[in-house]
T-cell receptor, first 113, second 112 residues
């Protein structure tokens, strides 16, 4: 039983570019949340997807957008990259009717130059 | 918005010593979760507490949820080098349980 998987592992982009990160949830999970974790800080909630819709959003600009597919996998898109977007992007999956326990993927390390 | 603070920010202990991290939320929480993140790794769920005053144990780890459901603590007895990492508490946003706010974290270093 595979856990949460994310791709790519590492990514280097330049300012102004766009990036797409991908996440496959743990088997049996239908809810995907995305977090940004800057170095030395705790994960910051970006948004959550359930039934292919964005359910709640943290304090992130519209440059951050996402999508969930019928198979529950998800993408995070970031447009017009800024240096400050450099971080570890974590995907977490859970079951809608669970006790909120989240399983995190290994993350994608994004570096913006 | 909701803020979740943890103290201390860093803790260095000799192997075998005890360790405690404290978590304080600006709002009442419906539940509190604890995660551990090893260096270079991702957060791993440890436990969830729901009831006021609840205490749960996992081997050498003791978790407590405050009576007012605004604070929590994690205590590790007789630390081992495998305990090294950053410990985060996390709680659902008062505006909707889907958004989870993570604490600032406590980084634990265990000296052999």
């Amino acid at each position: 039983d595979a856990g949460v998987t994310q791709s790519p592992t590492h990514l280097i982009k330049t300012r102004g570019q766009q990036v797409t990160l991908r996440c496959s949830p743990k088997s049996g999970h239908d809810t995907v949340s995305w977090y940004q974790q800057a170095l030395g800080q705790g994960p910051q909630f970006i948004f959550q997807y359930y039934e292919e819709e964005e359910r709640q959003r943290g304090n992130f600009p519209d440059r951050f957008s996402g999508h969930q597919f019928p198979n529950y996998s998800s993408e995070l898109n970031v447009n017009a990259l800024l240096l400050g977007d450099s971080a570890l992007y974590l995907c977490a999956s859970s079951q809608e009717h669970s006790t909120n326990e989240q399983f995190f993927g290994p993350g994608t390390r994004l570096t913006v130059l | 918005g909701q803020q979740v603070m943890q103290i201390p920010q860093y803790q260095h202990v000799q192997e075998g010593e005890d360790f405690t991290t404290y978590c304080n939320s600006s709002t009442t929480l419906s539940n509190i979760q604890w995660y551990k993140q090893r260096p270079g790794g991702h957060p791993v769920f440890l436990i969830q507490l729901v009831k006021s005053g609840e205490v749960k144990k996992q081997k050498r780890l003791t978790f407590q949820f405050g009576e007012a459901k605004k604070n929590s603590s994690l205590h590790i007895t007789a630390t081992q080098t495998t305990d090294v990492g950053t410990y985060f508490c996390a709680g659902p946003d008062s505006g909707g349980y889907q958004k989870v706010t993570f604490g600032t974290g406590t980084k634990l270093q265990v000296i052999p």
